[in-house]
């Protein structure tokens, strides 16, 4: 199936801009089309049946390693100038939510990060905010969930850690969470069955010059 460039629809967009204004997070069921999220699913089970995907770190630089006690799991980093079909589509849906996130808080955030993960039955990833100590480059996290058929015993909500208390969100197909990476911390529930997201931040940082691949 061919995925054209797409967009949002613009009231999920400003509903979800709004929510993370107001409240610090919001939740979409309408931001991404019912068979992009299939397709994204699709893709996802392929990329982990093949094993392609690696075991997330912590941390970063030296300090960076594996703990399966913290999280467990596995993740694809995504590079917007290699996709094609579904991720792509992905991707441009990405690229008008930070465009349109950019506008709407007056930030500079001109780099997306983003990446495939799969979480294997009995994995979690604890309590967490997802700015590194001393760094403000993540500004927004988002995340779609790709879980065809999720009930409740599967497990795996995410929880969110709100003033008000915690909310849990449940990872099901086509669900969109955005939340402000600097305030809401949040926590991946044990899942009992493979569970598949494709997580990212809309970055305040540049994106770094790779001279490798750099032509004139
Ligand atoms: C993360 C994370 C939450 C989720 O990757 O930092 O918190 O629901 N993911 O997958
Ligand atoms: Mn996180």
Redesign the pocket.
Known sequence: MKFPPTSPPSGALSALAQHVAQQGYGLSATFFPPELALALSREAAAFFAHEALRP?QIGKGPTQKQREDI?G?R?AWLDGRQLSGPLLSYWQHIDTLRAYFAQYFRLAVPWVET?L?A?PPGSF?RR?L?QFRATTNRAF?F?L?LNEGWQPAHG?S?RLYLPEGPQD?A?RLGQF?CFRSDLIE???LPTQVP?L?L?GWLRRDEVPLDLQTFTP
């Open positions: 997330a999280r799991d993740i990446h993960a979480y990833y967490h997802d996290t995340l969930y795996g995410l969100v990872p969470v949040h926590e991946v569970r997201s997580s």
